[in-house]
């Protein structure tokens, strides 16, 4: 079993960064393959980016491709999503998951395929 923490969240003006970060505790993270979903007031939990257990595998929201770059760092038991070219329509509580996968090598877009759920942390955009 894996606990996950997000931080990193914030109020950034349209066009600005943010890095997210999602801690993990508990054993091999690197077993883990990791994913960001977002969820703006009044809407569903959507997709954002997702990596493999290794990295060697990425995937991401048409919407965030070329603005968002998920990455990790298995020594730090941590996982990363930075955003540039922020726009008010990402504006959202962003939600770090995971998926025990100890022997794949994917990353995975449906919200159905993880087990672990971080409680989220706040992303405001303004205009």
């Known amino acids: 079993q894996v606990q996950l923490v997000e931080s990193g969240g914030g109020l950034v003006q349209a066009g600005g960064s943010l890095r997210l970060s999602c801690a993990a505790s508990g054993r091999s993270f690197s077993m883990y393959a990791m994913g960001w979903f977002r969820q703006a007031p009044g809407k569903e939990r959507e997709f954002v980016a997702a990596?493999?257990?290794?990295?060697?595998?990425?995937n991401y929201a048409d919407s965030v491709k070329g603005r968002f770059t998920i990455s990790r760092d298995n020594a730090k038991n941590t996982v990363y999503l930075q955003m540039n070219s922020l726009k008010p329509e990402d504006t959202a509580d962003y939600y770090c998951?995971?998926?025990?996968?100890?022997?794949?090598?994917?990353?995975?877009?449906?919200?159905?395929?993880?087990?672990?759920w971080g409680q989220g942390t706040q992303v405001t955009v303004s205009s």
């Open positions: 998951a995971g998926r025990y996968d100890p022997t794949g090598s994917y990353s995975y877009r449906a919200r159905a395929s993880y087990d672990y």
């Open positions: 990596i493999s257990r290794s990295g060697g595998s990425t």
